[in-house]
């Protein structure tokens, strides 16, 4: 499984919304503490682009002696319709400070020193260390998952029924009527699938070997469906 720095560094680097909260921000609107975009740098700092006008931005150009703490909230939901939609969110508080140098004009950049962070997903809830963090890498899928995802809902959702029959009798045997199977996860490990109806719950399916790229996925689904229709 990956592991809890993995995962969220995965988020915070994927499109998922996000949020900087701030102490004594409280009337500002959620939409004004929204990065327009958000990276990591090599330390394992964050950095997040705001409007010059933003709430944010006015917090960190007066903050005292560089001790603006604030914490960046990220959420993520499914890029599929499927009961409990939200997959998970991770929070990093750290430090906030102006970055001198700008990208464009009418944007600031502020900086988040990590100190603490923490992720509760679909894997469970755990604590990460800021330097496992600023070592860890995103996931190889994250960019095409939330398409890949879509796709097989789409285009494959009978293959993807089928992979039920891999479980045998832990699922209470055979389906019944109004029983759907959403692909709701993807990582270089394996396929999660939510299979809704009478009983809903989650079922994961791992790959023979971790995944590095997309011909290795295609090689891994192949797999996998044919696993299934045997």
Same mark, same amino acid.
Not at 43 to 62: I, M, N, Q, T
Not at 77 to 94: D, E, N, Q, Y
Not at 110 to 128: I, K, M, N, P
Not at 197 to 223: I, K, S, W, Y
């Given at each position: ?41 090599p ?23 560089? =001790?603006?703490?604030?914490?960046? =909230? ?38 988040? =020193?990590v100190?603490?962070a ?33 796709h097989?809902h789409?285009?494959?959702?009978a =293959? ?16 019944g ?21 009478v ?32």
């Amino acid at each position: 499984m990956p592991s809890a720095a993995e995962r969220t560094r995965t988020l915070v680097q994927s499109t998922c919304s996000a949020v900087l909260l701030i102490p004594g921000l409280d009337g500002a609107r959620p939409y004004q503490l929204m990065p327009d975009t958000r990276a990591v740098g090599p330390d394992g700092e964050v950095f997040l682009v705001f409007p010059a006008d933003s709430p944010a931005v006015r917090a960190a150009a007066h903050a005292q002696d560089d =001790e603006l703490t604030a914490v960046l =909230e990220v959420t993520d939901v499914a890029p599929v319709s499927v009961p409990h939609r939200i997959r998970g969110r991770a929070w990093l508080s750290g430090w906030l400070t102006r970055e001198p140098d700008l990208t464009e004009p009418g944007r600031v950049m502020l900086r988040l =020193e990590v100190g603490e962070a923490c992720v509760d997903d679909l894997w469970g809830a755990d604590s990460v260390e800021p330097e496992d963090f600023a070592r860890a890498a995103p996931d190889p899928l994250m960019e095409h998952e939330a398409e890949l995802l879509q796709h097989l809902h789409s285009a494959h959702s009978a =293959e993807v029924q089928r992979l039920r029959g891999l479980l045998g009798e832990r699922t209470g045997g055979t389906p019944g009527a109004g029983t759907a199977a959403v692909p709701v996860a993807l990582d270089r490990f394996g396929l999660r699938v939510r299979f809704t109806g009478v009983q809903c719950f989650d079922a994961r399916f791992d790959f023979p070997e971790p995944v590095r790229d997309m011909n290795d996925l295609r090689r891994a689904m192949h797999t996998l469906f044919d696993a299934a229709a045997s």
